[in-house]
T-cell receptor, first 114, second 115 residues
Framework: KNQVEQSPQSLIILEGKNCTLQ??????????LRWYKQDTGRGPVSLTI?????NTKSNGRYTATLDADTKQSSLHITASQLSDSASYIC?????????????FGKGTTLSVSS | DGGITQSPKYLFRKEGQNVTLSCEQN?????MYWYRQDPGQGLRLIYY???????QKGDIAEGYSVSREKKESFPLTVTSAQKNPTAFYLC??????????????FGDGTRLSIL
């Protein structure tokens, strides 16, 4: 069964600190892995998309890594800001056609406090 | 600015009533999608469409219906057959050029509740 598991479920950190969110998946066939940020009451916004051949991708203070052998990904947030408080969703694409076989994780809720 | 507009932001449904959620995009995307988001759950696909006048059922299509008469619009109807409609509904779109590596762009959702 295709699954995406995220940990931790929630996380509280102080402003300015770094943090790392984890994503483990059992999805076949694997096409790509995405990280989204979802603010409360808003739609998700894409942070990164990585294919099988990519093992790291950055978007500002966000850096995603992918280990296709162990089927693990992480999202590292550097020098956190209050605006980073959100849910971070890991999504794995299992299909060759756009958007038709996305497996969504349940998300990690990050709270950044001052 | 290009984007996806969902309306209304909040919607209340009475027993036995059908309600329609609007989704409009001006990104010139061919593909559009409807997801349902419940607390503590991952997004689940309701319906998707990759071309005008064609759409496919997702994982949880029962109790829902859609139409795709225009490229820009993909309305979702929550019918009275959907016994547990309370959820946050998200519409998304993406380009189909370049295969599955295209990001999905999401609207800001409609929160549906039962009266």
């Amino acid at each position: 069964k295709n699954q995406v598991e995220q940990s931790p479920q929630s996380l509280i950190i102080l402003e300015g600190k770094n943090c790392t969110l984890q994503c483990n998946y059992t999805v076949s066939p694997f096409s790509n892995l995405r990280w989204y940020k979802q603010d409360t009451g808003r739609g998700p916004v894409s942070l990164t998309i990585m294919t099988f051949s990519e093992n790291t991708k950055s978007n500002g203070r966000y850096t995603a890594t992918l280990d296709a052998d162990t089927k693990q990904s992480s999202l590292h947030i550097t020098a956190s800001q209050l605006s980073d408080s959100a849910s971070y969703i890991c999504v794995v694409s299992a299909g060759s056609q756009a958007g038709t076989a996305l497996i969504f994780g349940k998300g990690t809720t990050l709270s950044v406090s001052s | 600015d290009g984007g996806i507009t969902q309306s209304p932001k909040y919607l209340f449904r009475k027993e036995g009533q059908n309600v329609t959620l609007s989704c409009e995009q001006n990104l010139n995307h061919d593909a559009m999608y409807w997801y349902r988001q419940d607390p503590g759950q991952g997004l689940r696909l309701i319906y998707y469409s990759q071309i005008v006048n064609d759409f496919q059922k997702g994982d949880i299509a029962e109790g829902y219906s859609v139409s795709r008469e225009k490229k820009e619009s993909f309305p979702l109807t929550v019918t009275s057959a959907q016994k547990n409609p309370t959820a946050f509904y998200l519409c998304a779109s993406s380009s189909i050029r370049g295969g599955s590596n295209q990001p999905q762009h999401f609207g800001d959702g409609t929160r549906l509740s039962i009266l």
